[in-house]
């Protein structure tokens, strides 16, 4: 790799994020306000971009090779009731709370996976199959009062933006080695270029989707932790009601992707979780209500969605007026 | 000794039938409900379904049909139509999405409709009131229920001297409640365009409204920094608590909201430094007479759930206003049965029952109905 190279991708990917704190600052000082005024907002930051990360990382591990799993947010809700009333029963502290809701997503994921490997139907179908049973178990678990940590301030921990970025800085190293430096990276690489012709060459698709069910399993119980500490408390859900929460990770996804290409798909991910947390931080300091901020983020996504399709035109044509000017 | 025990039995029983409640000992009808939910998961409804199912169902020999979550008027009718299959002979509606129209279905299959814990517009009222099948609305209705709990939340903390509110004011477009406690909120602070109260209170230095249900960590942080009083028309400690004290603002942010007395909000009056100081609540028990009245009609009796010229009754049950630890803890108690009776009892409610006590009347269910607050519920429990 030649050092213009990296030189360029180190640019895009930190560039995206600075421009976009560069003209929020802007946006808000041309106002009076400030972006950053507080330690509250740096914290509210920090909440927000380890969430989207996390629900971005496992949606983008199934969704690179064709698989849209929907039940990740319901994933993310159980994982943390059953890990969280364990660890709070158990009177154990903030990274026993994580480990316990880690490894019970993990293992609720991994069902998810089985159950698509075994039944061989549409991703889509299964999830939301499987969405439907967990919301229910949400419901059945602790008289379906969820999970309260209100008065046990032993877990504000997690929200504490060392303990956040942290656990949100191993997550991403085990992600970048685990999909740059190893066969299962390899070939779900493989897998989403062409999955035909990765078959044919001899890898195991299946083998391969129960890896990735399993990793966003344990990746977005962590989001659901966040969640927690930051609100106190996680309420059982139905009616597919946790579906909602995915939606919120497709800007830094796309994002990510773009990113990714200057760099690395899963550090390109963060950058867009940090560039849509900045958004979110921007639109409270002008109290944006939320169905105000849902039109914006639905008009840059398809702005941006726009600008991806259509990349090579918008290029050339750029290429062309600069050259006849 | 035969004489002494002889005595002693005879007294017992002269004694038994001195303290024995006025209510007969008779068999009970078998009476289907169906009960509609717009939410099962929330803390309220759960309150309300274990009062009626675990408590008032087993007491009155009722079967109960809960709703899935109802979320809009084909699902309010789907339900009511499953009831009437299943043989329900009365609708307790927690749920408003079109009640004209659902009273009308509820009266094509012969079953009565009652609308619990909340309250309806006049001209909904007006054009219900002709359907002998719809019995009544029971609720804080929109001036003296619902504005005069955000009023008096909001007086209370203004009263203290703080003069920066921040309002979470709920869903104000979709439903009047939320957009009647925006309201009450408004009169005392001001600083509200939508409500006609634009300019700030006398004394208020800044107010924000900020509407929807669902609200980002980041306006959080924003209001904790512009606020010294979150005034949250909804679920205060659910969403405010810990926000609140993991900024470390405890004691600097005032917490008031109107919801109801429910276990989370004991942990937060007890704890310390308090993470709430008001409370407008709602108690499990208040939706009792409501069920007294639809069991009434459901039995044979409407004419004890029925005014006398066969007109629906309004009835209007505001809050509990809960305002220190100790004032929550004595109203936490009555409200969760904690001293082993309810704020409204069984025992209370079969008192205006015609299956349980043949001289009941229509009156005595009005009377028992309105003696909603807390000082009469507090008296009732303890005769």
Known sequence: MNMKKICKGIAVTVGVPLLAFLLLSLLCQANGKELFRSPIDFRAFVKNTVVTSCLAWAISFNLMTGRFDFSLGAVSILSVIIGGNLAIKMGLGPVELVLFSAVVGGVLSLISGIVYIIFNLSPIIVTLGITLIYESLTYSINKAKGVNI?????????????????????????????????????????????????????????????????????????????NLAFDGKINSTLGLGTM????????????????????????????????????????????????????????????FLVYISNEKKILSWLNRSRKAS | MKKLVSVFLLLAMMLTAIVAPAVADVQKPNVKLGVAVYNLTDAEVMAFRAYYEDYLAPEFGVTLIYSEAIEDHEQEISFIENCAAQGAKGIISFVSYGNVDTAKKCKDYGMYYIIAATAISDEEFAALAPNEYFLGTMGPNAIEGEQAAAQAMAEFFKGQGYTRFFVAAGDDLAFDMFANRRLGCAKVVGGDNVTGYPELAEGVEFANYYRGFSIDASVKSQALSDAEVILATFGGVENWAAPIEMAGMTGKVHLGTIASFGDMYYTAFNAEPAQIEFLAGKYSSVIGPAFAAIYNAATGYVELARGPQNEAFRINQGYWFATSKDEFNEMYNLANNVGGVYAYAAEDLKQVCGVFNSEATYEDFMALANAWDYESCKARAED
């Open chain 1, 150 to 226: 209100i008065g046990l301030s032993v877990y504000s921990k997690i929200t504490d933006p060392a303990f956040a970025f942290t656990v949100c800085g191993i997550i991403l190293v085990v992600l970048v080695i685990l999909f740059n430096y190893t066969k299962f990276g390899y070939n779900a690489r493989a897998l989403a270029h062409g999955q035909a012709v990765s078959v044919h060459s001899g890898i195991h698709e299946k083998k391969n989707a129960i890896g990735c069910f399993l990793l966003s399993g344990i990746v977005v119980s962590f989001a659901g932790c966040m």
């Open chain 1, 244 to 303: 909602s929460v995915i939606f919120s990770a497709f800007l830094p996804i796309f994002l990510g992707d773009f990113i990714g290409r200057y760099s690395e798909r899963n550090i390109g991910i963060l950058m867009g979780s940090i560039v849509t947390s900045l958004l979110s931080l921007t639109y409270s300091k002008f109290y944006l209500q939320l169905s105000t901020q849902e039109i914006i983020n639905a008009v840059a996504l398809l702005l």
